[in-house]
Nanobody, 123 residues
Framework: VQLVESGGGLVQAGGSLRVSCAAS????????MGWFRQAPGKEREFVAA????????YYADSVKDRFTISRDNAKNTVYLEMNSLKPEDTAVYYC?????????????????WGQGTQVTVSS
């Protein structure tokens, strides 16, 4: 599976942004998909994930009620809609894929990573 993110950019605090991750290669629908982020000088952290069936999305506490993950298996694409953005959301956002039986919210169980897309939130 190859993952390619897009949609990052610069936005003011309180604004919204949607990042996308297009997958190619193996059967996309067989993978749980997720998003991580890494800010300068910090470790990569889990943001949001969705199971292979498209149900049961779950989020890090820091983004709950502000971010929404969704997937379109027909388009082999997963999205992260980010609302009420804060300067502390500034990071490189990475798409992740994990096979069934593995946890996509645990970085060591991720099978595939995208190259990342920069999201910058100005105050």
């Amino acid at each position: 599976v190859q993952l390619v993110e897009s949609g990052g950019g610069l936005v003011q605090a309180g604004g919204s942004l949607r990042v996308s991750c297009a997958a190619s290669g193996r059967t996309f629908s067989g993978y749980s998909m997720g998003w991580f982020r890494q800010a300068p000088g910090k470790e990569r952290e889990f943001v949001a994930a969705m199971s292979w069936s498209g149900t049961r999305p779950y989020y890090a506490d820091s983004v709950k009620d502000r971010f929404t993950i969704s997937r379109d298996n027909a388009k082999n694409t997963v999205y992260l809609e980010m609302n009420s953005l804060k300067p502390e959301d500034t990071a490189v956002y990475y798409c992740a894929a994990a096979r069934r039986g593995f946890r996509v919210d645990v970085s060591t169980e991720v099978d595939y990573w995208g190259q990342g897309t920069q999201v910058t939130v100005s105050s």
